[in-house]
Nanobody, 122 residues
Framework: QVQLVESGGGSVQAGGSLRLSCVAS????????MGWFRQAPGKDREGVAA????????YYADSVKGRFSISRDNAKNTVYLQMNSLKPDDTAMYYC???????????????WGQGTQVTVSS
């Protein structure tokens, strides 16, 4: 069982930045992938970004390309999501995810954190 704990959410004005952190209870280097999902009230859950251990490849949803950046620090078992140029549409609960190879961390994942709220005001 992998436990994931997110932090870094909050309220920010449009155009601002936030950095989300996710600490994993296992070695992040041993995972197949880690990533971030988000869900806004009344909307479907959306895969935002994912990063793959084997090749370092990163995936981003079209809605965040060029504004968000995912990274990992295996020494700290931590994954980050740097969010710049935030928009009100980015308002959502953000969830950290991890998988050992069944899920791909952007359409689904086995392990989920509890979430951290991001609110962007106009």
């Amino acid at each position: 069982q992998v436990q994931l704990v997110e932090s870094g959410g909050g309220s920010v004005q449009a155009g601002g930045s936030l950095r989300l952190s996710c600490v994993a209870s296992t070695y992040t280097a041993s995972t197949y992938c880690m990533g971030w999902f988000r869900q806004a009230p009344g909307k479907d859950r959306e895969g935002v970004a994912a990063i793959y251990t084997e090749n370092g490849y990163s995936y981003y949803a079209d809605s965040v390309k060029g504004r968000f950046s995912i990274s990992r620090d295996n020494a700290k078992n931590t994954v980050y999501l740097q969010m710049n140029s935030l928009k009100p549409d980015d308002t959502a609960m953000y969830y950290c995810v991890a998988d050992n190879g069944v899920g791909d961390c952007y359409t689904g994942s086995r392990y989920w954190g509890q979430g951290t709220q991001v609110t962007v005001s106009s």
